[in-house]
């Protein structure tokens, strides 16, 4: 079996833009007042049958295998580990913010009083340990899967393999770790 590589599967019809995947992240990972590992973009969108529809988008680090923010890092304070999450290590990290112009998710966030620079880390604390990222393990409609995306035994493999799945700007061919089941329906997404 090839190595372990984590990533996230969210079902954009089962997402309600509660926002409790938000609160919880920014509570698990003291996330500073202002910034966030994860969001929820809603906005209204056009059904084929001319009835509009909210559309909930949550976003986060897509933690790329190809992730330009890591490649701009001058101190390696972004990298990659074994699983496949891109981490910053606060240790290495002198705050110069390349890797926040880098990311075409525009899901890094500077903390104004340390100066170091956070995201979503697939809550890398918990998941070291066989626990679920706050983010999975709060969600009420079970929106999202996390695990092992080379497991083929996985959930999440499964789902993906069942299922029509797409990436945020795929045409970058960052290869993300994040991939949503319904995204292709969104036609007007900003």
Known sequence: MSERKLGMLIDLSLCIGCN???????????VPLGAFN???ESFDVE??????????????????????????????????????????????????????????YQARWVDDETGEVGKCTFCHHRTT?????????????????????NDPESDIAKKIAASDTDVLHADLGLDPSLHYIGLSEISEMP
């Open 20 to 30: 409790a995947c938000t609160v919880a992240c920014k509570r698990e990972n003291d």
């Open 38 to 40: 994860t969001w929820i």
């Open 47 to 104: 059904r084929p049958d001319g009835r509009i529809a909210r559309a909930n988008v949550p976003k986060q680090c897509n933690h790329c295998a190809s992730a330009p923010c890591v490649k701009v890092c001058p101190t390696g304070a972004s990298y990659r580990t074994d699983e496949g999450v891109v981490m910053t290590d606060p240790e290495k990290c002198i705050g110069c913010k390349y890797c926040m112009a880098a990311c075409p």
């Open 129 to 149: 340990h066989g626990l679920l990222p706050a983010c999975v393990g709060t969600c009420i409609t079970r929106a999202r899967y996390f695990g092992d995306l």
